[in-house]
């Protein structure tokens, strides 16, 4: 059986498990997420290996770049990823990916950009078993009425990266969330 790679790594918002496979980021989520063990079997089935702790070249450069990011030095991701799931989550993370720094989206937008205005519950649960945290902006998604809605690092986590995205400046929030 193959191996993923697997490290935590601690961020000013939270604890994150990195892991990869093959020089590719596969999983970069919030460690103490309610649906860690589903997400961690989904990786683990999807790519038919299990987890073995220890690091590799993506992780640190994952670790590199989120630690830019954290301090404002980053606003784009330049790692090699696998993403695991369904080709209709691939279909939403790819789409996630688009979304600019600093800028923000409701799960209808992101169903009427896939081009299925009726797909929002399948998008937030596409939405919900992103692996791949940050790097794969999930964070970006708020309600149709612009309010937070969950996040797999909880909604503090949520409302920080937002502000450190400073996406309140740029009009995407208001200014009292």
Not at 108 to 134: D, T, Y
Request: charged residues 20%.
């Amino acid at each position: 059986m193959d191996s993923i790679h697997t490290a935590f790594f601690t961020t000013p918002f939270g604890e994150l498990i990195l892991g990869s496979m093959e020089h590719t980021l596969c999983l970069c989520d919030w460690r103490f997420r309610k649906m860690r063990s589903s997400i961690d079997e989904q990786i683990q089935s999807g790519l038919q290996a299990a987890y073995v702790e220890g690091g590799s070249d993506i992780i640190e450069e994952a670790r590199v770049q989120l630690s830019q990011y954290f301090r404002g030095e980053r606003k784009q991701f330049d790692l090699p990823l696998l993403l695991v799931g369904s080709e209709f989550q691939k279909q939403v993370w790819k789409e996630l990916q688009r979304i600019p720094y600093g800028k923000t989206e409701s799960y209808a937008g992101l169903s009427e950009r896939l081009g299925n205005k009726a797909a929002i519950r399948a998008v937030a649960s596409a939405n919900g078993a992103n692996a791949l945290s940050i790097v794969v902006p999930c964070h970006r998604i708020l309600g149709s009425d612009g309010s937070l809605t969950g996040y797999a690092g909880g909604m503090e986590a949520k409302r920080k990266l937002l502000l450190l995205e400073n996406a309140f400046l740029q009009g995407e929030l208001p200014l009292n969330f």
